[in-house]
């Protein structure tokens, strides 16, 4: 070895990152042949500016990322991968909780809670003089925002005129809860379950109820890397697949909390990472790691409804240049038999139908027709 | 000038302290985390933060709104390039560590007129994008008089010009109410 990595890769402390420090530690990396420098980040807008300017091969990334950082010409990302599915959720203070629950004592029981009520919280916080309620997220272009907003907006709240929007990142979340400085969030594992655990606020809706089988996190790869080194990207895949797969076994969770728990990955409560690995986030199965070019065509629908990007562009286009179906394939295939269930891939990349919480309909071959239904979203070319 | 230098070290606040002596009026504020209440109390002029800090997604989701500010980034040494390979591509004015002091003031004085040259250039792009929309509206309103008052192109913009005149209203403004008076006409919308 001449002392350099093959591949430098980045992650953020949180649960999802678990393929990658599986396919690290666990050894799938070295066994693929790669030898993998893992950085921790502290922010995705330093992942964002390290892909894209090459100081990083790729990383755990928000999916809307690699689009953003495509569309605006910032780099050139794709997503080979799908790192995960669900884990985030919509989780509001104590206090907001109460206010709900004494505006309508149901509103907080049964399987979907909505934001219905919320809108009428909203309206009387409204009337009685009282400023708007701060709601975060952990960057713009993050499955977070549009889950968040989605929800808000179904229940009759319009995140931008009706509450205050924020970003916070995710391990400051529940400490800007507890100080009061804000009154709800939607962030990725193990941060909803700390704050429950904690007693400092409510979990309303988990990203596997507000819509099932949706997207998070994808491995974003410099595009330059994956041209000039293709079968390194191949190995990678590999190892990541395998990782997932490992990670998504039920007999190896004690371990894989065990590793999350530790500072140099999440540092979280063990407990707290342990709720969202057994009853949330799936990583390989049925699959889940598979980049969906449905997850990219709705994610760009909503950068479109909240005016993130102009609605002339053509989605089609941006989502078949990063997300690469055939690049997961190709290496899934190759580790057949090793990884038995690279086998049901077929069966998993029949066409999803999106369904989310609320039924409506999405007909990814018509993403600019969706965007522009909702009653609440931008005017056309108006940012949020 | 107003500093705000966010980082869990207060060394480097100190040290950019230093490298503004002789500014006047300075102050250099050091905050650990950002809090958005003082920093919108403080309205620094300009932020330093570690590119190690968190905090960067937040000043990050600001950067196109009215309360973004002019931003400096430092890292470490063990990045190399990043320093260099960010600024020739313009994203963001990354500083490797190690900063004399003798280097403080230029490098806030070039992210302070980039970010002021940012700002200004949003504005233009947006009157641009306003004035096509103004000028494209103003051609429908032509083709419209022509059609209805069997007027040539000249007489149609004459008669605009006369009733933005009459009015006291912009001839884009004129031109809109006309396209939607006469969409109302026809049935549109109604």
């Known amino acids: 070895m001449s002392g350099f990595s093959d591949l430098r890769l980045g992650f953020i402390p949180l649960t999802d990152c678990a393929p990658l420090a599986v396919a690290k530690v666990m050894g799938f ?11 921790r980040e502290a922010s995705w807008a330093t992942v964002r500016d390290k892909v894209s300017l090459g100081a990083l091969d790729g990383a755990h990334m928000l999916a809307p990322m690699a689009l953003a950082v495509t569309e605006a010409g910032e780099g050139e990302i794709i997503a080979p991968l799908a790192l995960n599915q669900n884990g985030s959720a919509v989780t509001v203070s104590n206090a907001l909780a109460d206010a709900m629950r004494a505006a309508d004592p149901a509103s907080l029981e049964g399987p979907l809670v909505t934001a219905e009520t919320l809108a009428g919280v909203v309206a009387a916080r409204r009337a009685r003089g009282e400023p708007p309620l701060t709601f975060a997220v952990v960057f713009p272009a993050s499955m977070h925002n549009y889950l968040l907003r989605y929800w808000l907006a179904q229940g009759g709240v319009d995140p931008d005129q009706d509450v205050r929007l924020v970003v916070i990142p995710p391990p400051r979340m529940v400490e800007q809860m507890r100080a009061g400085a804000v009154d709800g969030f939607c962030v990725g594992a193990p941060w909803n379950a700390v704050a429950e655990a904690e007693g400092v606020g409510r979990t309303l809706i988990t990203a596997s109820r507000f819509w099932p089988s949706g997207p998070d996190k994808v491995l974003g790869m410099a595009a330059r890397f994956a ?20 990670a998504d076994a039920p007999e190896n969770h004690e371990t894989l909390v065990e590793l999350l728990a530790r500072p140099e990955w999440v540092g979280a409560a063990p407990d707290a990472i342990a709720r969202a690995l057994t009853a949330e986030i799936v990583f390989h199965r049925q699959g889940a790691g598979l980049p969906r070019v449905e997850h990219g065509l709705w994610l760009v629908s909503q950068m479109i409804r909240w005016g993130q990007v102009a609605p002339d562009i053509d989605p089609e286009a941006l989502v078949r240049r990063v997300y690469r179906p055939d690049l997961y394939r190709a290496a899934a295939l190759s580790l057949d038999p090793r990884l038995e269930s690279a086998r049901s891939l077929d069966e998993a990349a029949q066409p999803l139908e999106a369904r989310l919480f609320d039924r409506r309909p999405f007909d990814p071959s018509a993403p600019l027709a969706y965007a522009s239904a909702f009653e609440i979203r931008r005017p056309q070319g108006s940012p949020a | 000038m107003r500093v705000l230098v966010i980082d869990p070290d207060a060394a480097r606040a100190a040290l950019v302290a230093q490298g503004l002596e002789g500014v006047q009026p300075l102050e250099v504020r050091h905050a650990a ?26 000043l990050d989701s600001l950067k196109e709104s009215s309360q973004g500010h002019p931003v400096v980034m430092f890292v470490d040494r063990s990045e190399p390039g990043l320093a260099e390979q960010a600024v020739r591509a313009g994203v963001a004015a990354y500083v490797v560590d190690g900063l004399a002091p003798g280097r403080v003031r230029p490098i806030l004085d070039v992210a302070m007129s980039r970010f002021a040259l940012t700002q200004q250039l949003r504005g233009d792009l947006a009157k641009a994008k306003a004035d096509l929309e103004a000028r494209k509206t103003v051609e429908r309103a032509k083709g419209l008089l022509m059609k209805e008052r069997g007027l040539d192109e000249d007489g149609a913009y004459r008669l605009l010009r006369k009733l933005a005149m009459d009015r006291g209203k912009p001839i884009g403004a004129v031109a809109a109410d006309l396209l939607a008076f006469a969409g109302v006409l026809r049935g549109d919308g109604a």
């Open chain 1, 227 to 246: 041209d000039a080194r293709p079968d390194d990207l191949k190995a990678c895949l590999q190892a990541v697949m395998r990782a997932a797969a490992w």
């Open chain 2, 33 to 58: 985390v950002y809090v958005e209440a003082e920093v919108v109390a403080f309205a620094p002029d300009v932020v330093v933060i570690a590119a190690e800090s968190p905090d960067r997604d937040t």
């Open chain 1, 29 to 39: 990396f070295a066994e693929e042949g790669l030898e993998v420098a893992l950085s």
